[in-house]
Structures are given as structure tokens and as C-alpha cells.
């Protein structure tokens, strides 16, 4: 069992940049793989990111690569997600999850653990 609770997210003019964080509380931090997950009005959640136990091995959707990076703090039990050039469509609901197993996934059926979300709102 692994409790989540994202912060760090607001109100941002495009071009700009926000840092998520995601703080899970426990002692097997380090056990789970982590991803983030975004829920735009009106649609459905999407995969944003996701990074294995080790932190070695990261994945990112499509619509986010090359300007987003997941990145985890095992020893602070934390999981964070930069975001740069942000633009109008990234606005959502940003939600960090956590699995057991360690491969990538992209679905959010496979995620076990869940926190309550950050909003994230870009400006044009």
C-alpha cells in the first residue's frame, strides 16, 4: 500500500515551465515503478510518463516527449515531473500512480495506486 499526493501545479503562461511533484509515503517507495497521468475537461486520462524502480529506464507520451522528464528520489520518496514549453493543450489534471511491477506501461490499468491530482492550467 502506497499513499500519493501531488503538488506543484498552477497557472502558467505558454512557453513557460512547472515542476510536478509527487511525495509517496511508506518504506518501499523504491519497490514501485511511477507514472504520471493527465485529465484534460472533457476527456479521458492520458499517459504522460513513467519511470521504473531503478530510475534508469523512463517512457513518455507522445505529445509530451522531448519536453517533459520524469524523474524519482528514492531516498526522499518522491517522483517528479518537469515540464517545459508548456502549451495550451497541456492543461489538466495531472495524477501520479504507482505499480508493483516494474515494466513500462502506458495504460492506466496496470497503475495500482493513485494520488488525488494537481491542475496544471497554460494560458495561450
Known amino acids: 500500500q502506497v499513499q500519493l499526493v501531488e503538488s506543484g501545479g498552477g497557472l502558467v503562461q505558454a512557453g513557460g515551465s512547472l515542476r510536478l511533484s509527487c511525495s509517496a509515503s511508506?518504506?518501499?517507495?523504491?519497490?514501485?515503478?511511477m507514472g504520471w497521468f493527465r485529465q484534460a475537461p472533457g476527456k479521458g486520462r492520458e499517459f504522460v510518463a513513467h519511470?521504473?524502480?531503478?530510475?534508469?529506464?523512463?517512457l513518455y507520451g507522445d505529445s509530451v516527449k522531448g519536453r517533459f522528464t520524469i524523474s524519482r528520489d528514492s531516498g526522499n520518496n518522491m517522483v517528479s515531473l518537469q515540464m517545459n514549453s508548456l502549451e495550451p493543450d497541456d492543461t489538466a489534471v495531472y495524477y501520479c500512480?504507482?505499480?508493483?511491477?516494474?515494466?513500462?506501461?502506458?495504460?492506466?490499468?496496470?497503475?495500482?495506486?493513485w494520488g488525488r491530482g494537481t491542475a496544471v492550467t497554460v494560458s495561450s
Open positions: 511508506g518504506r518501499t517507495f523504491c519497490t514501485y515503478a
Open positions: 519511470i521504473t524502480r531503478s530510475g534508469n529506464d523512463t
Open positions: 500512480a504507482a505499480k508493483g511491477q516494474d515494466y513500462r506501461a502506458t495504460r492506466r490499468e496496470y497503475y495500482n495506486w
